[in-house]
């Protein structure tokens, strides 16, 4: 009977061993990605759309990396949409668009105020159906699709991104599209409308003690309707 080579023997028993340390490193690394990857989406679920920072820092690895980076990419473009939506309706120089200094300032033609005006309302206009675009789901799963991963890690961004916390979110952040739009286009429809009266009777007011007065009763009762109507 053949006797095994000691030297032999120990090459095969280091080479299993070996094999054993690389699997289980292997499933190691893989379970503390998906704890990081775990952890770093809670945070998220937990952050303000609006008012929290979003970035694209990712700290897993390997394919995880990737799938944490399509997560954190998707929602920092979201947020950072919904950050200019929040700023153009609360724009400073839009805000004195209705006021009387300025219509001091820019009567008789208000050139000024009507650009400023249609700008806003264009920004406005892309930013809303950026938004509207990125509820989409074929929208959301471009993200991982970038990535080129394997099946197993687009099933774990799914799980994620369609979760029922990332889903309810989704649907509040719809919600809060739809009351943004609605506010910012009612706040733009107002401001041109009054511009465009105080313009068309520029000599039925006067601006005095930094206050509007009329001479016409009825364009004063139009002017404040207009301006009771900003919600």
Do not use: H, P, R, W
């Given at each position: 009977m053949a006797k095994i080579n000691p030297k032999l023997h120990l090459k095969i028993y280091i080479f299993i061993v070996a094999i054993m340390i690389i699997c289980i490193a292997f499933l190691g690394s893989n379970l503390i990605n998906k704890e990081i990857l775990d952890s770093e989406v809670s945070k998220i679920l937990n952050k303000n759309i609006i008012t929290s920072k979003f970035d694209k820092k990712t700290k897993t690895h390997g394919s995880y990396k990737k799938v944490e980076y399509a997560i954190k990419s998707y929602m920092k473009d979201y947020s950072d949409n919904m950050k200019k939506a929040n700023?153009?309706?609360?724009?400073s120089k839009l805000k004195k668009?209705?006021?009387?200094?300025?219509y001091e300032q820019d009567k008789p033609e208000f050139l000024t105020s009507t650009?400023?005006?249609t700008s806003k309302k264009s920004e406005f206009d892309t930013v809303i159906n950026n938004l509207l675009k990125m509820a989409d789901?074929?929208?959301?799963?471009s993200y991982i699709k970038k990535e080129n991963v394997s099946k197993k890690y687009?099933?774990?961004?799914?799980?994620?991104?369609?979760?029922?916390?990332?889903?309810?979110?989704?649907?509040?952040?719809?919600?809060?599209?739809?009351?943004?739009?609605?506010?910012?286009?009612?706040?733009?429809?107002?401001?041109?409308?009054?511009?465009?009266?105080?313009k068309n009777n520029i000599n039925t007011w006067v601006i005095k003690d930094n206050a509007i007065y009329?001479?016409?009763?009825?364009?004063?009762?139009?002017?404040?309707?207009?301006?009771?109507?900003?919600?």
């Open positions: 700023n153009i309706i609360n724009d668009v209705l006021s009387a200094s300025n650009t400023l005006i789901k074929k929208v959301i799963m687009i099933n774990l961004y799914k799980k994620y991104m369609f979760s029922n916390n990332f889903e309810n979110d989704l649907i509040k952040n719809k919600e809060s599209i739809t009351k943004i739009q609605t506010n910012g286009n009612n706040l733009l429809d107002i401001d041109a409308k009054v511009i465009n009266l105080l009329f001479y016409s009763k009825s364009v004063m009762t139009e002017y404040n309707t207009l301006i009771n109507s900003i919600s």
